[in-house]
């Protein structure tokens, strides 16, 4: 592995540390990284000079016989702007260091690549003009629906119809800040490792289901990216040999079956013509509409065997799932699970843990936040996730 590539995991996971336990010791960061006593010292100089975290001599709870020193996240230095790009939609976060939003504001979008840049940016001076007394832009997250490559690329957004946008470079040329970028699915699994439900999970398997179903791997601390950035694709494994049209061009997909679309659609043949976003399909679940409690049983038995398939590849300790996965739990979970026992491993299966995220289902925007800190903390300029 390269260098720097290293250093920014280490910087990453310090600055980790430090958030989510203020007033720890450089000490404790030892023990709890298990990285070594000379690293941990360089990258928290580092994190002090410039301005990113504070240290303070009367830590409380400090035992006796401790460095007396704890160490926090500075809550003036500056603050993050994270994006969110959807079809229809552009959100924007603004927050402090410590990731937690102090301010979201969302505007409609109509899906032209061309006007993109200019109305990012000028969203960027709306929400901070709103916000007094944080400090000044450190980053700018910005997280995209479709696949990004490691060089800046935005290869392919189905829900927008773009391709082959060299995206950070568009972005670069109208926003003034540090910018980072990444892919939306891969953005909030890294939220959901930084504020959210996976928290000291080193290992997780993430699957988000919205307009499309996206997943991230997060292994052994860090997203897996592969060899362009761009692995993880989770909901492109293919559960019907021969089976229906994907956005992606292939055939069989599990988001061609799990998708927004794809059950709206199906629920829509059934004679509920008015039938579009996930929460009319929701209604009608709620209503106890046998058919489409069937849909939605049917679509869990899929996703069930797509789950059984990332358990036997990756013996993964927990799955997460988020989006409408996580809003629709109550008629997932049943089938989900049984079909998932059913097809995997049976020692694997009993080491997994599938849970539904609490956070990803409101809070889509935490993932261009991520990508800022990320970009921040991370020490080395890389500009696209991971
Ligand atoms: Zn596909």
């Known amino acids: 592995m390269h260098k720097s590539y290293i250093r920014r995991f280490h910087a990453n996971e310090i600055f980790h540390r430090i958030r989510i336990e203020p007033q720890i010791s450089q000490k404790d960061i030892v023990t709890k990284t298990g990285f070594d006593k000379s690293t941990v010292s360089s990258i928290v100089n580092r994190f002090d000079e410039l301005g990113l975290i504070k240290r303070s001599t009367n830590a409380a709870g400090t035992k006796p016989g401790r460095p007396a020193e704890g160490l926090s996240i500075s809550p003036n230095k500056g603050v ?8 229809a939609t552009l959100s924007f976060a603004i927050s402090g260091l410590d990731g937690q939003p102090v301010l979201t504001q969302q505007q409609s979008f109509d899906g032209q690549i061309d006007k993109l840049a200019r109305l990012v940016a000028k969203g960027i001076e709306q929400i901070k003009a709103a916000v007094d007394n944080l400090g000044d832009i450190l980053a700018v997250g ?27 470079q568009v972005l670069g040329d109208k926003v003034p800040y540090p910018l980072f970028v990444g892919n939306d699915v891969k953005a909030a699994a890294m939220a959901e490792h930084m504020f959210g439900d996976c928290v000291d999970e080193k290992d997780f398997i993430y699957l988000f289901s919205g307009s499309g179903v996206g997943g991230a791997l997060f292994l052994k601390g860090e997203l897996y990216g592969g060899a362009k950035g761009l692995a993880g694709e989770l909901g492109h494994v293919k559960v019907v040999p021969q089976g229906r049209m994907c956005s992606c061009g292939s055939y069989g997909c599990l988001s061609a079956y799990l998708s927004r679309q794809a059950l709206a659609l199906e629920i829509q043949q ?46 993964p300790p927990l799955v997460m799932l988020g989006g409408d996965l996580a809003r629709g739990e109550t008629y997932f979970r049943t089938s989900l699970e049984s079909e998932a ?43 696209v996730l991971p």
């Open 80 to 87: 993050l702007v994270g994006i969110q790009v959807e079809r």
């Open 142 to 168: 910005v997280s995209l629906p479709g696949l990004v490559a490691d060089d800046g690329t935005l290869v392919h957004a189905p829900a927008l119809n773009w391709h082959e946008i060299p995206i950070l």
């Open 270 to 315: 059934l004679g509920f013509k008015d039938v579009v976003e996930f929460s009319d399909i929701l209604k009608l679940a709620a209503e106890g509409d046998m058919q489409v409690l069937g849909v939605l049983d049917r679509a869990a038995t899929i996703l069930g065997a797509a789950v059984a398939n990332y358990i036997n590849i990756f013996n």
């Open 341 to 383: 026992r059913r097809l995997s491993h049976q020692s694997m299966f009993d080491q997994t843990r599938i849970a539904f995220s609490k956070m990803s289902a409101s809070k889509g925007y935490l993932g261009g936040v991520a990508l800022a800190l990320d970009g921040v903390t991370g020490l080395d300029g890389a500009h």
